[in-house]
């Protein structure tokens, strides 16, 4: 992975604030020309250092408001690209990790209601070769930073 120079950090620190800003305006904000900023970004894209842009949606706002961290428990070993590729085509599962401890896997989950969480738990321990599953469904969120 390429070294970045202070320059590089704040046009990611620019991009991490706003996505959408213009190279222009993240050229005002670090002292560059346009078409500079455009270079930089370009080269951490191919680089690596610059993994994609997304948008970030509120799933509160689709009604998704029941949420649960899940522990996932693999009959054997599994691999990670496994787990991956499994739950990555799962729209309710927005985050997943391998983890230390018995569990092979915690996922954290978000749905409308009960009923579609035991659906897409249905999924979750359908698409890998898990053996049980253990939900903590989330009753209040008291810290909540983005990510970055």
Same mark, same amino acid.
């Given at each position: 992975?390429?070294?970045?120079?202070?320059?590089?950090?704040?046009?990611?620190?620019?991009?991490?604030?706003?996505?959408?800003?213009?190279?222009?305006?993240?050229?005002?904000?670090?002292?560059?020309?346009?078409?500079?900023?455009?270079?930089?970004?370009?080269?951490?894209?191919?680089?690596?250092?610059?993994?994609?842009?997304?948008?970030? +949606?509120?799933? *509160? $706002?689709?009604?998704?408001?029941? &949420?649960?961290? =899940?522990?996932?428990?693999?009959?054997?070993?599994? !691999? #990670?690209?496994?787990?991956?590729?499994?739950?990555?085509?799962?729209?309710?599962?927005?985050?997943?990790?391998?983890?230390?401890?018995?569990?092979?896997?915690?996922?954290?989950?978000?749905?409308?209601?009960?009923?579609?969480?035991?659906?897409?738990?249905?999924? +979750?321990?359908? *698409? $890998?070769?898990?053996?049980?599953? &253990?939900?903590? =469904?989330?009753?209040?969120?008291?810290?909540?930073? !983005? #990510?970055?």
């Amino acid at each position: 992975m390429e070294r970045l120079d202070e320059t590089d950090e704040r046009i990611l620190a620019e991009l991490a604030d706003n996505a959408r800003a213009t190279f222009a305006e993240i050229g005002l904000a670090v002292n560059l020309s346009a078409p500079a900023v455009k270079r930089r970004v370009d080269r951490m894209l191919d680089s690596g250092v610059i993994r994609g842009f997304t948008t970030v +949606i509120d799933r *509160s $706002a689709l009604g998704w408001t029941t &949420e649960a961290y =899940v522990q996932v428990f693999c009959h054997g070993t599994i !691999a #990670p690209a496994e787990l991956r590729a499994a739950w990555r085509d799962i729209p309710e599962v927005v985050s997943a990790a391998t983890v230390t401890g018995t569990a092979d896997a915690m996922l954290h989950v978000l749905a409308r209601d009960m009923r579609h969480l035991e659906e897409a738990l249905e999924r +979750i321990r359908a *698409s $890998a070769d898990v053996e049980r599953s &253990e939900s903590i =469904v989330v009753l209040s969120n008291l810290i909540e930073r !983005a #990510p970055g």
